[in-house]
């Protein structure tokens, strides 16, 4: 039998693609990739590149902001797509992202960690929802929070 492996692709639908993108690059440390077959200069943001791309092409500036991505500059983890859609969020999450933000670490250190990287999303504009303690066997203890969009997420 021929098993092929595979690429994923995380998508979001988002208000505001490129406010939401940089959440999330900052949340993860991910990269906006700069537009196909320009050289993004050291020290220039991939999103003005984008943007002098885009008018470039012609596209019409009320469609600039109509998606963009990310992907890890270690090219290991998925790369993450935006795509605007008109609509608000409106139900809970299926499928969420759980950011591993302690490793290895139990108990009290394990819930200090995240607590930690809890209020360095709140500041670039996530939402605490609510903190789970640990119970063992099963759950090592996480916290609930929502991106700038309403998307859950868990510190895990």
């Known amino acids: 039998m021929n098993r092929m492996s595979r690429e994923i692709q995380v998508t979001f639908d988002a ?40 008018e470039r092409a012609g596209v019409p500036e009320d469609q600039r902001n109509s998606r963009s991505a990310l992907k890890d500059p270690a090219g290991e983890g998925p790369r993450i797509f935006f795509q605007q859609v008109p609509e608000d969020k409106i139900a809970k999450n299926r499928v969420h992202l759980d ?51 309403g998307n859950e997420f868990c510190l895990d």
Not at 34 to 41: A, I
Not at 108 to 131: N, P, S, T, Y
Request: aromatic share 8%.
């Open 15 to 54: 208000l505001d693609p490129k406010a939401l993108s940089t959440f999330w690059r900052d949340a993860l440390g991910y990269v906006h990739p700069g537009p196909p077959g320009v050289e993004v200069p050291e020290g220039t943001d991939p999103l003005d590149a984008w943007d002098e791309f885009l």
């Open 99 to 149: 950011i591993r933000a302690a490793p290895g670490l139990r108990g009290d250190e394990r819930m200090a960690a995240l607590e930690a990287e809890c209020d360095r999303l709140v500041g670039l504009g996530a939402k605490r929802i609510q903190r789970f303690e640990p119970e063992q066997p099963l759950s090592l203890g996480f916290i609930v929070m929502n991106d700038p969009e």
